[in-house]
């Protein structure tokens, strides 16, 4: 399984898991607080901050037939057109965005949805692509992105093995030969019922490339979760603060949130280690207070050693108690005062 990279950072099982903070709509038509969330994203933690390029006449047609009205969830009764007009973030705002990224020495990529987004990103020399889960299925424009060569992320929502096994061999076949699938359910936010992070690894088994999660879920349990079964990247939506609304805000995390996720999650994949058994530099120094025998009354020369003069006690400065069996068929050769450590040459086996 090949590691990628993106603008010089190392993403694979052997690094700590990249963090993506997804700004999608948070920015609430505002440039300023979008550049507050790259600040936000870049003192939590984040590896990256992910942002979404598209007009709403690139995504749909304004008009309100059937399938063009969202129907049930968080933006029931909107319009495509309305929804992705509220929610986009204008084109001339990307260069300040990736400059403050820049700055701040925090990654800027994107999520483009058509060729002319790739077209923009390219002019301002984005390090990756993002597919989103949506688009999947849109292999034109994963032919556009793979043809930059620049690493692919791509997000698995509602995806068939079919669509996914598709989506692949058009990146690769259009000179893609960096990619991370993330492992994703397009519900807003998504039950932890519905995640099945299980599929993570046989994701990363059928395909042989790095998996991550793109998590809608609440809290940060399942990105915890995932980095333990392996996962190498974890995307999550990011606002300055629910209470202040926006397309996305529902189901995003705060910065106090994204810092504790980064924590968790790089301190998770740091337990992950490797297989070992055996004494840690940590525990080592413990070894001292497991069990040993001891004499836990006088015992006189040639007494006959019995469970009332030794015992398996703490310290472990005497022989192991594996040993109690063969002891207790011993008398003492000398004196053994009441807690000394029990040794062979205090001892003659099989004496009684």
Not at 25 to 35: M, W
Not at 324 to 342: H, K, L, N, Q
Request: hydrophobic share 40%; charged share 25%; net charge negative.
């Amino acid at each position: 399984m090949q590691d990628i990279k993106i603008a010089g950072r190392t993403i694979g099982r052997s690094r700590p898991p990249y963090i993506v903070a997804e700004m999608s709509g948070n920015h609430n038509a505002s440039l300023e607080r979008a550049l507050a969330i790259v600040t936000a994203a870049k003192e939590a933690g984040c590896d990256a901050l992910k942002i979404q390029t598209y007009t709403p006449d690139t995504m749909t047609l304004d008009i309100k037939k059937p399938g063009f009205v969202v129907e049930g969830g968080l933006w029931d009764g909107q319009t495509l057109y309305d929804l992705y007009k509220g929610a986009q973030l204008p084109w001339e705002w990307h260069a300040p965005i990736f400059d403050k990224g820049r700055e701040l020495g925090i990654t800027v990529f994107s999520s483009p949805f058509d060729e002319t987004a790739v077209d923009l990103l390219e002019g301002l020399d984005a390090p990756a692509y993002k597919i989103a889960s949506f688009e999947l299925v849109d292999l034109p424009l994963i032919r556009r992105c793979a043809r930059t060569k620049k690493p692919m992320i791509m997000s698995t929502g509602m995806a068939t093995l079919e669509d996914i096994e598709e989506a692949l061999a058009c990146a690769r076949g259009a000179g893609a030969d960096e990619i991370v699938l993330l492992h994703c359910v397009s519900g807003y936010p998504t039950p932890a019922s519905d995640l099945n992070l299980r599929t993570i690894n046989d994701l990363a088994e059928r395909f042989a490339v790095p998996v991550g999660l793109s998590d809608h879920t609440m809290g940060i349990g399942a990105a915890v979760s995932a980095v333990a079964l392996g996962a190498v990247l974890v995307e999550k939506h990011f606002t300055l603060a629910r209470k202040d609304g926006g397309t996305d805000s529902a189901f995003s995390m705060e910065p106090d949130e994204m810092a504790r996720l980064c924590s968790e999650v790089r301190t998770a994949w740091q337990a992950l280690g490797g297989v070992r058994y055996g004494p840690n530099d940590s525990d080592r120094g413990n070894t001292t207070y497991r069990r040993s025998l001891y004499a836990v009354r006088d015992i006189a020369a040639g007494e006959a050693i019995t469970p009332d003069n030794v015992r398996s006690i703490r310290p472990a400065l005497g022989l192991a108690p594996k040993h109690y069996d063969e002891v207790m068929r011993a008398r003492a050769t000398r004196a053994i005062s009441r807690g000394t450590p029990m040794a062979w040459d205090l001892i003659e086996r099989g004496a009684k």
